[in-house]
């Protein structure tokens, strides 16, 4: 685990540590003192601790303009034990939503768990993304993960499954990135407004 990097090609675009608008303005890595773990694994030190014990994050793009961010996740998602929603909620998204932000791009291919408890702050995230005309999209989940999030009834405030796995993200640029999840949303949106679809 300790080798998987946060994605790095967009960084001549966008460096959160960088950005006196994000959480992690002014934030220092040390490319080879690794001291980050999810349980007894060392992950690579370029990702960001938020006050989760077993999940880290990378912003990789933010445009305040269109009120987009694109995060990078990795560990195991465990809002049973450690509340980890409540912590990605409180020191990140609210942080970032003060900011105009209301368009979220969660990238989950590196998370290996997720184990749910309730779906009051999802729920909370949701009402005010919406006020925006924002949304919550998780991209390219495990099936057992997707599985657990619909178990904890997340599929009324996350878009995630299979209309948003298997893309191949990494050749685009970011804002085409977000243009492809914006678009595949409004079709999913209207499908939903005209009766066809499966959310339950």
């Not at 001291?35 to 990789?60: A, E, M, R």
């Not at 804002?175 to 499966?198: C, L, P, S, W, Y």
């Amino acid at each position: 685990m300790h080798d998987i990097e946060p994605y790095h090609h967009w960084r001549d675009r966008y460096i959160s540590a960088e950005d006196d608008r994000s959480p992690f303005h002014g934030r220092a890595y040390d490319e080879f003192y690794y001291t980050q773990k999810v349980y007894n694994y060392f992950i690579h030190p370029q990702w960001d601790d938020f006050g989760s014990q077993t999940l880290y994050l990378k912003v990789l793009f933010v445009d305040y303009d269109e009120g987009y961010s694109i995060i990078e996740l990795i560990g195991e998602w465990n809002d049973c034990i450690y509340n980890d929603i409540m912590y990605l909620k409180r020191e990140v998204i609210d942080h970032m939503a003060a900011e105009g932000i209301s368009k979220f791009i969660l990238i989950c291919e590196n998370v290996f768990n997720f184990h749910g408890s309730d779906d009051s702050y999802y729920e909370e995230w949701y009402e005010e993304v919406s006020e925006s005309d924002g949304w919550i999209c998780c991209v390219n989940t495990f099936r057992h993960v997707a599985d657990e999030m619909q178990t904890t009834h997340l599929q009324y405030y996350v878009n995630f499954g299979e209309t948003f796995n298997d893309l191949n993200w990494r050749p685009w640029k970011p804002k085409q990135f977000f243009k492809a999840i914006e678009k595949i949303i409004n079709k999913e949106t209207r499908m939903i407004g005209q009766g066809v679809g499966d959310w339950e």
